[in-house]
């Protein structure tokens, strides 16, 4: 029997610059939404009032607001952190379904069902008329959130061991360059209101973020065009089915039925270290604005330049370090360069020191997510790559639906410092357990 690796090398240029393409138009259109937070919750109270489930939401949200002592910035806060964690808790539930699910059918067909039921998801946004029907686009969009995962198996199907996480990168490449290119398309078609040209359109749902969404909506079909089209299988067909595991029921049976050692420190490091990173992007432009009076364009300076930091690490620092180190000594590096960089970020007295830590935590970050995710992929067996990364990114998910609305609180009650120190003891937690990770068998 070939190995997955021989059975795929005919395929491998292509599918791996297929699965990169694939990877950035999807990302594109899932951070589109990020920028419109604050004027999504100003519309739909304008269009809902404070009755129904809106209302009810914020009531909700401003009474632990008000017993937390902050009213004036606090409510906002968390009503974009109840809506990500709702999306982040979908995607946490299912991740672990659909790599099982890729394991079992194939990557391609998988991929094909998650893309598709995404783009209905951002359909639905564009005929989001009313809160209730907005939410449910959220939801949807996150139980076929399993894209990145069945995507990251493809990459570990068409490399061989030495090489994975080298190419891992290309997917954190892939994930910053869509971060920082989907907020820009998000911010530019937000402009362009629909209702301001054709205002009884409004009794068909049309909003105004029916344009983004829109925008959203044609990536969609395009990434489908591309994967029918150029996407080949990259699981050998006698690898499929092949894992002793039993059809995933739940994403906690998952993650504790994973009897692993390595993955199993490896998930909990990549954990650690996601909650204290989501922490730094749910306050960073909060504590930017508070404490150096930065606009909004200064403030997307600061976010691009974070991003393009991450494109450049990932896409070319890491691949010349993992062809000297070892995967744990890479992602020890950028465990201790996150940690440093969280520091110099919450306690930042200057413009240059906010820069500097976030050109550290940019560098840490592009180190620790492709080190990790190859690590991950290399403690797994080949049949069973799409369930332990589908549990990877679920976990990821997790971290996604929990530390937005428990940062944005700490932020606001008890300041900056203390957030980021948190943060920062995490990460250097995430490091000290590193230490104990078993080397990969070859």
Same mark, same amino acid.
């Given at each position: 029997?070939?190995s997955?690796? !021989?059975?795929?090398?005919?395929?491998?240029?292509?599918?791996? @610059?297929?699965i990169f393409?694939t990877l950035?138009?999807d990302?594109i @259109?899932?951070s589109i939404?990020?920028p419109?937070?604050?004027?999504?919750?100003?519309?739909?109270?304008? +269009?809902?009032?404070?009755s129904g489930?809106?209302?009810?939401?914020?009531e909700?949200?401003?009474s632990?607001a008000?017993a937390?002592? *902050?009213?004036?910035?606090?409510?906002?806060v968390?009503?974009?952190? =109840?809506?990500s964690?709702?999306?982040?808790l979908?995607?946490?539930?299912?991740a672990p379904f659909w790599g099982?699910?890729?394991?079992?059918?194939g990557?391609?067909p =998988?991929?094909v069902?998650?893309v598709?039921? !995404? $783009?209905?998801?951002y359909?639905?946004?564009? +005929?989001?008329g009313s809160?209730?029907l907005?939410?449910?686009?959220?939801?949807?969009? @996150?139980?076929f959130?399993?894209n990145?995962?069945v995507? !990251?198996?493809?990459v570990?199907?068409?490399t061989? &061991?030495?090489?994975?996480?080298?190419?891992m990168?290309?997917?954190?490449?892939?994930? @910053?360059?869509?971060?920082?290119?989907?907020?820009?398309i998000?911010?530019?078609?937000? &402009?362009i209101?629909?209702?301001d040209?054709?205002?009884?359109?409004?009794?068909?749902g049309?909003?105004?973020?029916?344009?983004? $969404?829109g925008?959203?909506?044609?990536l969609?079909l +395009?990434?489908?065009?591309?994967?029918?089209?150029?996407?080949?299988? %990259?699981?050998?067909?006698?690898?499929?089915?092949?894992s002793?595991t039993?059809?995933l029921? *739940?994403?906690?049976?998952?993650?504790?039925?994973?009897?692993?050692?390595?993955?199993?420190r490896?998930?909990?490091?990549?954990f650690?270290?996601?909650?204290?990173f989501?922490?730094?992007e749910t306050?960073?432009?909060?504590?930017?604005?508070?404490?150096?009076?930065y !606009?909004a364009?200064?403030?997307?300076? #600061?976010?691009?330049?974070?991003?393009?930091?991450?494109?450049?690490t990932?896409g070319?620092?890491?691949?010349k370090? #993992?062809?000297?180190?070892p995967?744990? %000594?890479?992602l020890i590096?950028g465990l201790?360069?996150s940690?440093?960089g969280?520091?110099?970020?919450?306690f930042?007295?200057s413009?240059?020191?906010?820069?500097?830590g976030v050109? #550290?935590?940019?560098?840490?970050?592009g #180190?620790?997510?492709?080190?990790?995710?190859?690590?991950i992929?290399l403690?797994?067996?080949a049949?069973e790559?799409?369930?332990?990364?589908?549990?990877? &990114?679920?976990?990821?998910?997790l971290?996604?639906?929990?530390?937005?609305?428990v940062?944005?609180?700490?932020?606001?009650?008890?300041?900056?410092?203390?957030?980021?120190?948190?943060?920062? $003891?995490?990460?250097a937690?995430?490091?000290?357990?590193?230490?104990?990770l078993?080397r990969?068998q070859p």
């Open positions: 029997m070939s997955p690796s !021989t059975a795929a090398t005919p395929a491998r240029p292509l599918s791996l @610059g297929v393409l950035y138009i990302l @259109g899932f939404i990020f419109l937070g604050p004027d999504l919750l100003r519309h739909y109270l304008a +269009v809902d009032g404070q489930l809106l209302g009810g939401l914020l909700s949200i401003t632990v008000r937390l002592g *902050n009213e004036t910035h606090l409510p906002e968390l009503f974009g952190g =109840v809506i964690s709702l999306f982040s979908l995607q946490f539930v299912f099982s699910l890729s394991d079992r059918r990557r391609r =998988v991929l069902w998650t598709a039921g !995404t $783009a209905a998801s359909l639905l946004w564009m +005929v989001s809160f209730w907005f939410l449910a686009a959220r939801l949807l969009a @996150g139980a959130g399993g990145l995962s995507a !990251t198996a493809a570990a199907d068409v061989t &061991r030495a090489e994975r996480s080298k190419a990168g290309l997917v954190g490449a892939a994930f @910053g360059l869509g971060l920082v290119t989907g907020p820009l998000g911010a530019f078609a937000a &402009r209101n629909l209702l040209y054709a205002p009884h359109l409004a009794a068909w049309v909003n105004p973020f029916t344009v983004p $969404a925008v959203a909506f044609l969609g +395009v990434n489908l065009v591309w994967i029918q089209a150029r996407f080949r299988e %990259t699981l050998s067909p006698d690898l499929r089915g092949r002793e039993p059809r029921r *739940n994403p906690i049976g998952a993650i504790l039925g994973l009897d692993n050692l390595g993955a199993r490896a998930n909990l490091v990549a650690a270290y996601a909650l204290a989501v922490a730094m306050s960073l432009v909060f504590l930017s604005a508070e404490r150096f009076d !606009t364009r200064e403030n997307g300076m #600061l976010m691009g330049f974070l991003g393009v930091c991450s494109i450049l990932q070319i620092v890491v691949r370090l #993992l062809a000297r180190l995967e744990k %000594t890479v590096l201790a360069h940690t440093a969280l520091l110099a970020i919450g930042a007295p413009t240059g020191w906010l820069y500097l050109a #550290l935590l940019a560098l840490g970050g #180190l620790v997510n492709p080190s990790t995710t190859g690590l992929s403690y797994a067996s049949e790559q799409g369930r332990v990364l589908g549990i990877f &990114r679920s976990l990821g998910s971290a996604r639906a929990v530390t937005p609305i940062a944005g609180a700490v932020y606001w009650t008890l300041g900056a410092s203390v957030l980021y120190t948190v943060a920062a $003891a995490l990460a937690a995430a490091a000290l357990l590193s230490l104990r078993p990969p």
